[in-house]
C-alpha cells in the first residue's frame, strides 16, 4: 500500500494535545451538544447518542476528568473507572440495539481528548466483518421521533 508524502501534524494539534483550547474540557458536561444527546453521566464519563444518521446507536463516550489525550495518561484506577463506565454504556447499547458486534475506536487524531466511539454493527452493515466505514460525503441527521425514543430506552436502561 503506497501512502501519500508526510505531512506535517498543525502546531494547533499539539496545543490541543497539552490540552490548551480543549473544547471538550471546556463544554463541560451539558445534557445536549450539537451532535448528540446524553444518555449516561458517570462519575468520569459522559456518553452522546449522535444525532448523525450514520449508524443507528453510535455513541461517543468522552473522558471527564483532568485533560488526557491517550488512555495511557490515565492513572490505573482512573483506567479502571473509565473503562467500566464504558462498558456500562456498551451493555445498554446491546441490550437496546441488539447488534450483532460492537466495535470500540478510540481515535482523538483530529480531536486529542480521550473519547471512545462505541459503534453497533448490525447483520446488514455495508462491510460486515470490517470496521465500520465512516461516510466521505455529508450526512443528515437521524429521524428525531426515532432518536427522541432512543435516548428515553437508553436512560431507562443506564438507569
Known amino acids: 500500500m503506497a501512502y501519500p508524502s508526510p505531512v506535517e501534524w498543525p502546531a494547533s494539534f ?16 451539558p445534557d445536549e451538544l450539537r451532535y448528540g444527546s446524553r444518555i449516561f453521566a458517570g462519575d468520569v464519563a459522559d456518553a452522546y447518542l449522535q444525532r448523525a444518521d450514520i449508524q443507528r446507536g453510535y455513541t ?6 483532568r485533560h488526557v489525550a491517550e488512555p495511557t495518561e490515565l492513572e490505573p484506577e ?4 473509565y473503562w467500566l463506565e464504558l462498558l456500562r454504556v456498551a451493555d445498554a447499547l ?14 482523538g487524531n483530529s480531536l486529542p481528548h480521550l473519547h ?12 460486515p466483518g470490517w470496521p465500520f466505514p465512516f461516510p466521505d460525503e455529508p450526512h443528515g441527521e437521524r429521524d428525531e421521533a426515532e432518536f427522541g425514543a432512543d435516548v428515553e ?5 443506564l438507569g
Open 14 to 29: 499539539y496545543a490541543l494535545r497539552r490540552g490548551d483550547g480543549c473544547p471538550m474540557c471546556a463544554e463541560g458536561r
Open 60 to 65: 461517543i463516550v468522552i473522558w471527564r476528568g
Open 78 to 81: 482512573e483506567a479502571v473507572r
Open 94 to 107: 446491546e441490550r437496546h440495539f441488539e447488534p450483532v458486534k460492537t466495535n470500540y475506536n478510540v481515535l
Open 116 to 127: 471512545t466511539h462505541v459503534i453497533p454493527s448490525y447483520a446488514d452493515d455495508p462491510r
Open 153 to 157: 430506552s437508553l436512560r431507562e436502561l
